[in-house]
């Protein structure tokens, strides 16, 4: 104990000295604690905001993970429309599809996403025993057929949970929609339908929560287009039709949702969309573990470049502690002189380098988590998709027996040198 109690005054008297390679340590095991804290959080993430849609999806040809990514995870742009007959079709293959959810996307209203569909959107589940994922919290469900006043059509709405508190609008309200999702796009406001919002749903801790619902009537009836014989509303006098390639018009949806009565009939519709030429089948278990799976690639780069970092905190742990002996070599001696011996200045010199390690690891186990918290908090606010930030205990080892073994390590060479100091050499200098 007296040799650790000399050991932390040597460093209080030396606070410049001795806080750099403090914070060297700290930033290293801050680096570790965040990337792994935020890759656990992000497969977390992914794993509950995709948990109701054990479902497959149906899409137009293209990449079948940029597919689940906009119809489950609500990220990026669809990739395109498929003919509402698919919808069609699997909704009456009632012998092997239990449920066909239909979705028309390519509005939004102030950044939230405007999705067309019906009412079998409310009756997705995890399970067949569980209750639907999205139920009403105040309100009704919106009637999927639209009426409307002169030349302007009427749609109603139910708002996700968070879109309806971001946007402060109430059951009551209206809105116009605009072409198009993200900002900076308010000069294409689809004026040809105004929308009143009749419900509000749960949260769900999924991104469908910053999400708008429709009948898909009114997104069709926002992107009627000019000479388009599937038109199922006459272009409206005074105003300019919407003619945009990736959006929606009557007869298209963006993807369709599909539960089937079983495993087995799953697979064998999914089977039957690879051979279709325009169209394609995706499991999103299956494309978002391959995200995870990318994640976890990059976690491993980032791991590395974290036990870097901590070697060049040893490093400088090293220098310090080398430059602090040879500048205490007389110090060193007059101890010596007063009877401690070389075991004890030894060891003294081992507490400074694992004090400073010790204060430093737990130092960066603060940096870290709370870093991982803030940009979590940025990335959820903004993708809506969960990243819950959890305590590492496994991690815990890891980090303890490198921040404890670069202590000692940095301090054995620093240790000998003061282990070996001339006591008459530097007491009696010639």
């Known amino acids: 104990m007296y040799d650790l109690k000399v050991a932390w005054r040597n460093l209080r008297n030396r606070p410049i000295e001795s806080s750099v390679p403090i914070f060297v340590v700290a930033l290293a095991i801050a680096l570790s604690v965040t990337v792994f804290a935020l890759s656990d959080g992000a497969e977390e993430g992914i794993v509950q905001a995709s948990d109701p849609f054990q479902m497959l999806v149906i899409g137009s040809a ?6 689940v ?13 498929i003919p509402y007959e698919v919808y069609e079709n699997l909704e009456n293959d ?6 066909a959810v239909p979705l028309a996307m390519g509005d939004s209203v102030g950044n939230a996403r405007i999705i067309g569909t019906n009412h079998n959107f409310f009756e997705i589940r995890r399970t067949q025993v569980d209750p639907p994922a999205f139920q009403l919290a105040e309100g009704r469900l919106f009637t999927e057929a639209i009426g409307n006043t002169g030349d302007i059509l009427e749609a109603e709405a139910v708002f996700g949970a968070l879109s309806a508190r971001r946007l402060g609008l109430n059951i009551g309200d209206t809105f116009l929609g605009t072409h198009g999702i993200g900002v900076g796009i308010a000069e294409n406001v689809h004026e040809n339908v105004v929308y009143t919002v009749v419900g509000i749903l749960h949260p769900t801790n999924t991104p469908y929560d910053t999400a708008v619902y429709t009948s898909l009537d009114a997104v069709w009836g926002s992107h009627v287009r000019e000479n388009d014989p599937n038109n199922a509303f006459p272009t409206i006098a005074g105003l300019t039709p919407q003619v945009v390639a990736d959006a929606p018009s009557s007869g298209e949806v963006t993807a369709v949702l599909v539960s089937a009565t079983s495993f087995a009939n799953l697979n064998r519709i999914a089977q039957e969309f690879y051979l279709e030429p325009t169209l394609q089948a995706a499991f999103p278990g299956d494309e978002l573990g391959q995200l995870i799976g990318l994640l976890n690639q990059g976690q491993q780069v980032l791991e590395i470049v974290g036990y870097l970092v901590l070697g060049i905190a040893g490093l400088t742990l090293f220098l310090s502690m ?10 060193i001696a007059i101890m010596r002189g007063l009877g401690n011996n070389r075991a004890s200045i030894f060891r003294m010199i081992i507490f400074e380098t694992l004090i400073v390690s010790i204060v430093g690891a737990l130092l960066g186990r603060v940096i870290g988590y709370s870093l991982a918290l803030i940009i979590a908090d940025i990335y959820s606010a903004q993708s809506a998709i969960p990243i819950p930030i959890r305590f590492l205990p496994e991690l815990e080892l890891v980090l ?8 000692i390590l940095a301090g054995l060479i620093p240790a000998w040198l003061a282990y070996r100091v001339d006591v008459v050499k530097h007491l009696f200098p010639s």
């Open 69 to 81: 990514l906009s119809s489950v995870m609500l990220q990026g742009n669809p990739i395109g429309n």
């Open 62 to 67: 293209g990449s079948g993970q940029d597919l």
């Open 94 to 99: 009632i012998e092997r599809v239990q449920l």
């Open 400 to 407: 303890w027996v490198l921040s404890i073994g670069v202590g």
């Open 322 to 331: 080398y430059s602090a002996v040879l500048s205490r070599q007389q110090s």
